[in-house]
């Protein structure tokens, strides 16, 4: 068995094989991407004719967004070809994966010519969505299906967490556990083990539960902007919720899965929610419409012009096949406990209404749980599988068995099955032997096991080590040293502070700066080794409150403005290491806390950005001074000419350009090529820990240095830039006033003589330059809009 993976060969260079390549290759892997030859072509023509189907996909590779590869340079690890004259070639690689068409003897074929040319230890794995994998594999030789095994990711595979591992019969541990580390530690990915059967976990589920919200809906009239305000954030998914995720997906791929479903589980007694006669109906008319969503300009709802000229999306009525306009939905039970907390006691009072929202979501989790609960072990070994495939590959908040412990089980076993939803025996069993929940938990409410079906009794988690959860740590109050309303500082063991932001999006606060310094403060002490400053919630942080901003008045607005520039400086003559853990949004404030850290531990999934521009102002809590430090002083010592460092340096600002990952916010010189950046998200935390440790052994505190001030000549070329910019419309007279006062902090001041000047220079220009813009009405305008529709104003 192979030992690691250098070098893969992905077979099929469509959407799902081109972002399988693009994952690979971001983490180092050279990658060979193979599709079938270009029609009207044979062997001897030149390469660029035959392999024009894979080298038009690798090009709409590049420009697809979300961006599919982490950095441009990815590209430089895939090569590319045909299966017809480079199947050869694979004979190199230490994984193979197919993702060709979803057609059992298509596979069979392509695997036969693959037992003949790849290596003795390579892994070859099918991304099939639902195929049986010892079908694939019947009739090849043991030596190849011992390695053969299905690796399920989830499309676009770079943002998916989920990756299904589906060994068959015959697959050797070895494989299996080779897998399941490898997606876990280097691909970042939340890996499920699942059993051969139909469909796997996530998309069986998809289109199970799928099917069922689709069905009452249809047979008790409710809309589809009804279904979708009850089955998104309200109960833990994402916004897309049922019709619009089904839309974005494309209808007739959900059809074609639920269709092909229904007959590879004929022993499923709920496999009819597959065959509903309304549903099929349904799904007909639409399909001859061609109304498949996004993909096609319509589906369950279309883009229309509004009456101002703007766009709104209009819901399609089931009944009519009518387009129509938006329409106010309004349920008594959201009314009544729509904003209760926590997720899991919002769904139990939800579901206990008797109105027809209250209905809604009591059959659909009726449903969704009872099946749940038949489908262990049949289609996995354990509920936490369940669970996560939910969470992992849909983006719940919480799974089945977690919501099921939040309502209540003994609760719900005789109303799911008066509903009609059989509720699986060993799930009566559990409670009759005294256990009651699905997941056991200790005395401050953190889960340490679950319950085994086959055990009949709980068995212990797995922990991590590299998995420090917060909302755990704070559970259990032992590992808190000092908080107030904006933030926490932990104990997180071996001598590692943790400080974490706890204001709304992890906003920049007075209070939050607060507590870090006594972040700081404690560092100074003997106990402590190193401080890690890591947040949890889906966004890092989106930099400065803005309201609270707008309401402290112009001298409160200095004040915290100061406050972070001071943080900011501190943390790097901090006598310890100060590491952030960055990932997700990272913005304004919130990237100049991380700029100033003495190392990153970031996230691969990093959205890093200077956005102050769009809201009218400056970069002002040490942003221009980093970016100075980072990209422009290193050029300056060598003694090279720093304009054209100095130019991307603006130009980032100026445009509030974000990063799309990690590496590209290593491009814009947010962070630094001795940063490190982690795939796996659930580890960042530790990783983090173990990097600053590692510092910890030989730092040694540095002099906050010197920065690099240009001067009034690149000032000057920095202006006429902006003229430029100005005169050919592609910004506002206001841009190019906010742009002149950024040119002027940038280059120092616009000194006479350029020169090395101290970092409180910059931050006195950024303070500056900043204070005066607030005071300026179109600024105020643009914030103030902000505020209200969530994007930027070009006034």
């Known amino acids: 068995m192979t030992d690691q993976i250098k070098k893969a060969a992905v077979i099929g260079s469509g959407t799902m094989g081109g972002g399988i390549a693009a994952l690979l290759a971001g983490v180092g892997v050279d990658v060979l991407l193979l599709d079938i030859p270009a029609r009207d072509t044979k062997p001897g023509d030149p390469a660029a004719k035959r392999n024009a189907i894979v080298n038009g996909n690798v090009k709409t590779l590049q420009s697809m967004r979300p961006a599919q590869l982490f950095s441009a340079d990815d590209l430089g690890r895939i090569t590319t070809g045909n299966t017809e004259d480079d199947l050869g070639k694979v004979a190199d690689a230490d994984w193979v994966v197919e993702v060709i068409v979803e057609r059992l003897d298509v596979k069979q074929s392509l695997m036969a010519r693959l037992a003949e040319v790849v290596k003795p230890t390579a892994i070859v794995s099918s991304n099939t969505s639902g195929l049986p994998i010892s079908d694939i594999a019947a009739g090849l030789p043991e030596s190849f299906t011992k390695r053969f095994l299905g690796t399920h990711f989830f499309n676009p595979p770079r943002y998916l967490n989920l990756l299904e591992v589906i060994p068959h ?9 080779f897998m399941l580390d490898f997606g876990k530690n280097v691909l970042g990915k939340g890996v499920v083990l699942c059993k051969d059967t139909p469909n796997f976990i996530g998309n069986r589920f998809m289109s199970m539960s799928g099917m069922q919200a689709m069905n009452y809906a249809l047979d008790h009239d409710y809309t589809v902007e009804e279904v979708d305000a009850l089955t998104g954030p309200l109960i833990g998914r994402p916004k897309t919720a049922t019709f619009n995720l089904n839309d974005l997906v494309g209808f007739d791929i959900a059809v074609h899965v639920a269709r092909n479903l229904y007959p590879a589980i004929a022993d499923d007694p709920a496999r009819e929610v597959l065959n509903h006669p309304a549903s099929a109906a349904l799904s007909d008319e639409l399909l001859k419409r061609n109304w498949l969503g996004r993909k096609t300009g319509q589906g369950f709802y279309h883009m229309r012009k509004s009456a101002d000229g703007g766009k709104e999306l209009w819901a399609l009525n089931l009944k009519t096949f009518e387009y129509e306009p938006p329409q106010p939905v309004s349920f008594e039970s959201v009314e009544k406990h729509g904003r209760v907390k926590p997720l899991g006691e919002r769904i139990k009072r939800l579901i206990a209404e008797p109105d027809r929202g209250g209905q809604y979501l009591f059959h659909l989790h009726g449903f969704y749980l009872a099946y749940a609960s038949q489908k262990v072990p049949e289609i996995t070994e354990t509920i936490v599988n369940i669970d996560n495939a939910q969470k992992w590959g849909f983006a719940h908040e919480m799974g089945p068995f977690e919501i099921w412990d939040a309502i209540g089980v003994a609760a719900y076993v005789e109303k799911f099955e008066a509903a009609g939803y059989p509720v699986a025996q060993w799930v009566k069993d559990m409670l009759a032997s005294g256990v009651s929940t699905f997941y056991q938990r200790d005395a ?3 889960v340490i096991g679950y319950y085994s079906p086959q055990a009949g009794a709980y068995v212990s988690v797995d922990h991590d080590p590299m998995e420090i959860s917060l909302s755990d740590l704070r559970a259990r109050g032992d590992a808190v040293l000092e908080q107030n309303d904006h933030g926490i500082i932990y104990d997180i063991g071996d001598g590692v502070l943790l400080f974490q932001f706890r204001t709304k999006q992890n906003t920049i606060t007075g209070g939050l700066l607060d507590l870090g310094f006594q972040a700081l403060t404690l560092l100074e002490q003997p106990a402590w080794k190193a401080l890690v400053i890591a947040n949890e919630g889906e966004r890092f942080s989106i930099g400065a409150n803005l309201a609270d901003a707008m309401g402290a008045g112009i001298e409160g607005i200095e004040a915290v403005t100061k406050k972070l520039q001071d943080f900011g400086m501190a943390m790097r003559a901090a006598p310890k290491p100060v590491v952030v853990a960055p990932y997700n949004m990272t913005l304004g404030g919130g990237l100049e806390i991380t700029m100033s850290a003495h190392a990153v531990v970031a996230h691969a999934e990093l959205y890093a950005g200077l956005v102050e521009f769009g809201v009218g102002i400056i970069p002002a809590g040490g942003g221009c001074k980093e970016l100075l430090r980072r990209v422009v002083s290193p050029v300056a010592d060598r003694g090279a000419n720093v304009l054209e ?28 090529k ?102 300026e009405q179109k600024t105020q305008e643009r914030v103030m809009y902000m505020l209200a529709n969530n994007k930027p104003l070009r006034n």
């Not at 697959?171 to 556990?177: K, L």
């Not at 990952?661 to 814009?668: G, T, V, Y």
């Not at 006062?741 to 330059?769: C, F, M, N």
Request: charged share 20%; proline share 4%; no cysteine.
């Open 169 to 177: 019969a015959g697959t050797d541990p070895d494989a299996v556990a």
């Open 444 to 446: 401050h409410g953190v």
């Open 645 to 672: 460092p100095l130019q991307s340096v603006f130009t980032t600002i100026a445009t509030a350009k974000v990063s799309e990952s990690a590496k590209q916010a290593r491009e814009l010189g947010f962070l630094r």
């Open 674 to 775: 001795t940063d490190k950046i982690v795939m796996n998200k659930a580890h960042l935390i530790g990783e983090a820990k173990q990097y600053a440790l590692g510092m910890a052994k030989t730092f040694q505190p540095k002099d906050v240095g010197m920065i690099w001030a240009a001067g009034r000549d690149a000032y000057a070329a920095l202006n006429l830039g902006i003229a430029g910019f100005v005169e050919s419309g592609v910004a506002t007279e206001y841009d190019g006033f906010i742009a002149r006062k950024l040119a002027y902090v940038l280059t120092g001041g616009a000194i006479s003589q350029p020169g090395w000047v101290h970092p409180q220079v910059i931050l006195d220009l950024e303070r500056k330059a900043m204070m005066e813009l607030i005071m």
